[in-house]
Protein backbone atom coordinates (compact mmCIF):
# COMPACT_ATOMS: atom_id res chain seq x y z
CA UNK A 1 0.00 0.00 0.00
CA UNK A 2 1.14 3.11 -0.99
CA UNK A 3 1.17 5.89 1.69
CA UNK A 4 0.71 10.09 1.27
CA UNK A 5 3.65 10.71 3.53
CA UNK A 6 6.73 8.71 2.32
CA UNK A 7 10.46 9.39 2.33
CA UNK A 8 9.89 11.89 -1.24
CA UNK A 9 8.07 13.82 0.90
CA UNK A 10 9.29 16.68 2.61
CA UNK A 11 7.73 17.27 6.21
CA UNK A 12 5.97 20.46 6.58
CA UNK A 13 3.77 22.30 8.72
CA UNK A 14 0.59 20.79 6.24
CA UNK A 15 1.64 17.28 6.55
CA UNK A 16 2.45 17.44 10.41
CA UNK A 17 -1.05 19.00 10.74
CA UNK A 18 -2.48 16.24 8.54
CA UNK A 19 -0.34 13.77 11.46
CA UNK A 20 -2.10 15.61 14.28
CA UNK A 21 -5.39 15.55 12.95
CA UNK A 22 -5.56 12.00 11.50
CA UNK A 23 -6.73 8.92 14.32
CA UNK A 24 -3.85 7.47 15.44
CA UNK A 25 -4.48 4.12 14.50
CA UNK A 26 -4.78 5.35 10.95
CA UNK A 27 -1.62 6.73 10.61
CA UNK A 28 -0.09 3.77 9.07
CA UNK A 29 -2.34 4.20 6.39
CA UNK A 30 -1.22 8.39 5.59
CA UNK A 31 2.86 7.57 6.79
CA UNK A 32 5.30 4.92 6.11
CA UNK A 33 7.53 4.22 8.71
CA UNK A 34 10.69 5.93 7.20
CA UNK A 35 8.78 9.29 7.77
CA UNK A 36 8.04 8.55 11.46
CA UNK A 37 12.28 8.02 12.28
CA UNK A 38 12.60 11.12 10.25
CA UNK A 39 10.76 13.50 12.72
CA UNK A 40 12.47 15.22 15.30
CA UNK A 41 11.60 16.39 19.30
CA UNK A 42 10.29 19.59 17.86
CA UNK A 43 8.21 17.99 14.84
CA UNK A 44 6.27 15.77 17.65
CA UNK A 45 6.28 18.71 19.72
CA UNK A 46 4.58 20.36 16.73
CA UNK A 47 2.11 18.04 16.61
CA UNK A 48 1.28 18.41 20.28
CA UNK A 49 0.63 21.82 19.65
CA UNK A 50 -1.64 21.55 16.49
CA UNK A 51 -3.55 19.58 18.67
CA UNK A 52 -3.44 22.05 21.79
CA UNK A 53 -4.87 24.70 18.61
CA UNK A 54 -7.91 22.20 18.02
CA UNK A 55 -8.92 22.19 21.70
CA UNK A 56 -8.47 26.21 21.61
CA UNK A 57 -10.68 26.15 18.30
CA UNK A 58 -13.27 23.89 19.94
CA UNK A 59 -13.31 26.39 23.09
CA UNK A 60 -10.90 24.67 25.36
CA UNK A 61 -7.85 24.57 27.11
CA UNK A 62 -5.10 24.39 24.34
CA UNK A 63 -3.09 21.65 25.43
CA UNK A 64 -2.22 19.05 23.04
CA UNK A 65 0.29 15.71 23.93
CA UNK A 66 1.42 13.08 21.79
CA UNK A 67 3.05 9.67 23.13
CA UNK A 68 6.42 8.06 20.85
CA UNK A 69 7.58 4.66 20.63
CA UNK A 70 11.11 5.41 21.49
CA UNK A 71 12.37 2.52 19.40
CA UNK A 72 10.19 2.68 16.22
CA UNK A 73 9.69 6.52 16.64
CA UNK A 74 5.78 6.11 15.34
CA UNK A 75 3.09 7.55 17.05
CA UNK A 76 1.22 5.50 19.63
CA UNK A 77 -1.27 7.61 21.05
CA UNK A 78 -2.78 11.40 21.14
CA UNK A 79 -5.10 14.01 22.37
CA UNK A 80 -5.81 17.33 23.35
CA UNK A 81 -7.43 18.78 26.68
CA UNK A 82 -11.82 18.64 26.24
CA UNK A 83 -12.30 19.64 29.87
CA UNK A 84 -14.95 21.97 28.68
CA UNK A 85 -16.06 19.80 25.32
CA UNK A 86 -16.90 16.53 27.31
CA UNK A 87 -17.82 18.85 30.49
CA UNK A 88 -15.11 16.35 32.14
CA UNK A 89 -12.36 18.11 35.00
CA UNK A 90 -9.54 15.75 33.91
CA UNK A 91 -9.71 15.01 30.03
CA UNK A 92 -6.39 16.68 30.31
CA UNK A 93 -3.79 16.30 26.99
CA UNK A 94 -2.11 14.15 28.67
CA UNK A 95 -4.61 12.18 29.76
CA UNK A 96 -6.24 11.93 26.14
CA UNK A 97 -2.86 10.57 24.92
CA UNK A 98 -2.70 7.97 27.35
CA UNK A 99 -6.56 6.77 27.22
CA UNK A 100 -5.71 6.91 22.90
CA UNK A 101 -2.53 4.64 23.33
CA UNK A 102 -4.59 2.14 25.79
CA UNK A 103 -3.17 -0.31 27.90
CA UNK A 104 0.88 -0.60 26.65
CA UNK A 105 3.98 -0.61 27.90
CA UNK A 106 5.09 3.33 28.68
CA UNK A 107 8.04 2.51 29.85
CA UNK A 108 9.54 2.51 26.18
CA UNK A 109 7.36 6.07 25.51
CA UNK A 110 8.21 9.75 25.21
CA UNK A 111 5.53 11.93 25.70
CA UNK A 112 5.39 15.39 24.03
CA UNK A 113 3.27 17.42 26.24
CA UNK A 114 2.67 21.48 24.56
CA UNK A 115 2.20 22.78 28.53
CA UNK A 116 4.05 21.81 31.34
CA UNK A 117 1.82 18.60 33.02
CA UNK A 118 0.27 19.71 35.98
CA UNK A 119 0.36 17.87 39.27
CA UNK A 120 -2.20 15.22 38.82
CA UNK A 121 -0.88 14.34 34.65
CA UNK A 122 2.55 14.74 36.35
CA UNK A 123 1.85 11.65 38.62
CA UNK A 124 0.12 9.79 36.37
CA UNK A 125 3.36 9.95 34.19
CA UNK A 126 5.26 8.39 36.57
CA UNK A 127 2.80 5.37 37.59
CA UNK A 128 2.82 4.55 34.32
CA UNK A 129 6.22 4.44 33.51
CA UNK A 130 7.34 6.94 31.12
CA UNK A 131 11.27 7.08 30.20
CA UNK A 132 11.13 10.72 28.97
CA UNK A 133 8.62 13.29 29.34
CA UNK A 134 8.92 16.60 26.77
CA UNK A 135 7.29 19.89 27.86
CA UNK A 136 6.63 22.67 25.49
CA UNK A 137 5.86 25.83 27.11
CA UNK A 138 7.37 26.54 31.09
CA UNK A 139 6.85 29.87 30.31
CA UNK A 140 3.10 29.98 31.18
CA UNK A 141 3.21 27.03 33.72
CA UNK A 142 5.86 24.86 35.40
CA UNK A 143 6.51 23.20 38.38
CA UNK A 144 5.90 19.15 37.85
CA UNK A 145 9.35 19.30 36.12
CA UNK A 146 11.68 18.37 39.19
CA UNK A 147 8.91 16.12 40.89
CA UNK A 148 9.21 13.99 37.74
CA UNK A 149 13.07 14.35 37.36
CA UNK A 150 12.85 13.41 41.14
CA UNK A 151 11.08 10.38 40.17
CA UNK A 152 13.91 9.05 37.72
CA UNK A 153 12.34 10.62 34.44
CA UNK A 154 14.09 12.20 31.78
CA UNK A 155 12.82 15.74 31.86
CA UNK A 156 13.52 17.88 28.52
CA UNK A 157 12.34 21.41 27.78
CA UNK A 158 11.63 22.45 23.86
CA UNK A 159 9.55 25.08 24.05
CA UNK A 160 7.45 25.91 20.76
CA UNK A 161 6.89 29.56 20.47
CA UNK A 162 3.50 29.17 18.87
CA UNK A 163 2.71 26.96 21.44
CA UNK A 164 3.57 29.43 23.89
CA UNK A 165 1.66 32.49 22.06
CA UNK A 166 -1.35 30.33 22.13
CA UNK A 167 -1.47 29.58 25.89
CA UNK A 168 -0.74 32.74 26.67
CA UNK A 169 -4.06 34.40 24.74
CA UNK A 170 -6.03 31.86 25.99
CA UNK A 171 -5.10 32.66 29.65
CA UNK A 172 -5.88 36.07 28.92
CA UNK A 173 -9.11 35.68 27.12
CA UNK A 174 -10.15 33.06 29.70
CA UNK A 175 -8.93 32.75 32.91
CA UNK A 176 -11.22 31.48 35.17
CA UNK A 177 -11.01 28.45 32.34
CA UNK A 178 -7.38 28.29 33.49
CA UNK A 179 -7.81 28.03 36.76
CA UNK A 180 -10.38 25.88 36.32
CA UNK A 181 -8.14 23.17 34.49
CA UNK A 182 -5.93 23.79 36.54
CA UNK A 183 -7.62 24.08 40.60
CA UNK A 184 -10.96 22.70 39.47
CA UNK A 185 -14.23 24.44 39.65
CA UNK A 186 -13.73 25.20 43.54
CA UNK A 187 -10.71 27.78 43.05
CA UNK A 188 -13.26 29.35 40.42
CA UNK A 189 -15.95 29.21 43.01
CA UNK A 190 -14.10 30.86 45.83
CA UNK A 191 -12.40 33.42 43.81
CA UNK A 192 -15.50 35.10 42.80
CA UNK A 193 -16.93 35.28 46.39
CA UNK A 194 -14.33 36.81 47.46
Not at 38 to 63: F, H, T, W
Not at 75 to 93: A, C, F, R, S
Not at 154 to 177: H, M, N, S, T
Request: net charge neutral.
Amino acid sequence: MKTLLNKQVKITEAALRTIAHMPTKSLSMLMDDDVAKRLSDNDYMRIAVLLAQKSYDESGCPIGAVIVDNSTKKIVGKGHNTLVQEDHPYNHGETAAIRDAGRIDFSNTTIYSSLSPCAVCASLLYMRGFSRVVVGDVTNAQGSEAFLREKGVQVDIKEDQKGIELYARFRKEKPDQDLEDWRGLSAVLNKTCL
